[in-house]
């Protein structure tokens, strides 16, 4: 690309259907082998979206003054008067006004859903995409945490149960998890429990709703660190057919799954996510998916109910996008990811073993 101006313009005339096929299919092409360029684009469309709503909603308000400076206040309060002769002659009069500003306030109404995504989330809660968050009714405590409470240890969690699970996992050694946005939706506190019971209270560091990408950090005065980190995070895009793996907490043990990439494109073509064949379950939400190296290269977020071992996952490089758009001012320290693999040429068990100490339980209350 010469310029940013140049990118931005061929950019806009995708999105705005005016490349030729020939332009078209090699634009697609550049997208699919640069991830940066794909990142713009999904950004860009982002923007013209809201853009889009902001210009319908002043539109909207200018129509809703017009019609509000057309209506005579004093006789519709005059219009409660126990006169029914006296009432049809109001109606007959300002019937039309009063059609006008229902009809603006509908679509107002109409306008501010839809910029909410409130029909968005509607159609995914009925459509054959379901995202992996699990309701908890009572997690049991792992016989090591039972034991700490017998000594008189007590616990850091609430006293009341969660009310929702999903997977976590470690994005830095000094305390900074990696989980989904659905996840801690709606979350009073959230908490993550590690692979030997015990539990640390966690802050909101970072949220972004659309690549679903949540940021925690333990806050918890018992929590020292993690330790270095065994894997790495891609940064370039992985490849179909690449043999994947995942762990994560559909139950309040780890499961394990396998499979591998079948798409890069998640649901209905998304291009931030790929599709992957591997079974997940609700829970499974936040849990890393690595390739057969040890590197992560997505965050698993949903699956297609309609079809048996078609998962999502948001893809690594927009992850890593979420931590560079996090505030400098908001966080004590800088986020710094581990940059050695000490997973690569293991077997896939030993991989397994040096993984369970960095993946968690994450519990909303």
Do not use: C
Request: charged share 20%; no cysteine; proline share 4%.
């Amino acid at each position: 690309m010469k310029s940013e101006m140049e990118l931005t313009e061929r950019i806009e005339a995708y999105l705005n259907d005016q490349m030729t096929e020939e332009e078209r299919v090699a634009f697609e092409s550049l997208r699919l082998s640069d991830a940066s360029i794909d990142q713009k684009v999904v950004e860009h469309q982002q923007f013209l979206l809201q853009l889009g709503e902001y210009g319908f909603r002043r539109k909207l308000t200018q129509q809703m003054e017009e019609a509000h400076e057309q209506l005579d206040i004093p006789a519709l309060k005059a219009s409660v008067m126990p006169k029914t002769y006296f009432l049809k002659v109001l109606w007959n009069k300002y019937r039309l006004n009063a059609a006008v500003a229902a009809s603006v306030a509908i679509i107002a109404v109409l306008g501010t859903m839809l910029s909410t995504g409130y029909f968005s989330k509607t159609s995914a809660n009925n459509s054959n995409y379901s995202a992996l968050r699990r309701e908890i009714i009572n997690m049991k405590k792992s016989q090591h945490a039972l034991i700490k409470n017998i000594q008189g240890q007590p616990s850091q969690e609430p006293a009341e149960p969660a009310e929702f699970g999903g997977t976590g996992f470690a994005l830095s050694e000094d305390g900074f998890v990696v989980t989904n946005s659905h996840v801690i939706n709606g979350a009073r506190s959230v908490y993550i429990q590690d692979n030997e019971g015990r539990s640390y209270k966690t802050q909101v560091s970072y949220i972004d709703p659309v690549y679903d990408i949540a940021i925690l950090k333990v806050i918890d005065p018992n929590f020292k660190s993690f330790g270095a980190l065994p894997y790495t995070f891609r940064k370039s895009a992985a490849d179909i057919g690449e043999k994947v793996y995942t762990i994560g907490f559909p139950k309040d043990s780890p499961v394990y799954g396998e499979g591998y990439l079948s798409s890069n494109t998640g649901y209905a073509g998304d291009t931030t996510a790929y599709q992957v064949s591997i079974p997940v379950n609700p829970g499974n939400s936040g849990g890393p998916l690595l390739d057969s190296h040890g590197n992560v290269i997505g965050v698993v977020s949903g699956k297609q109910t309609q079809s048996d071992g078609a998962a999502f996952a948001i893809k690594s490089p927009y992850l890593l996008s979420a931590v560079e758009a996090i505030p400098q001012d908001s966080l004590e320290q800088s986020i710094v990811l581990n940059k050695k693999n000490g997973l690569n040429g293991l077997k896939r068990t030993d991989q397994i073993k040096k993984l369970e100490d960095y993946i968690f339980i994450v519990k909303v209350y």
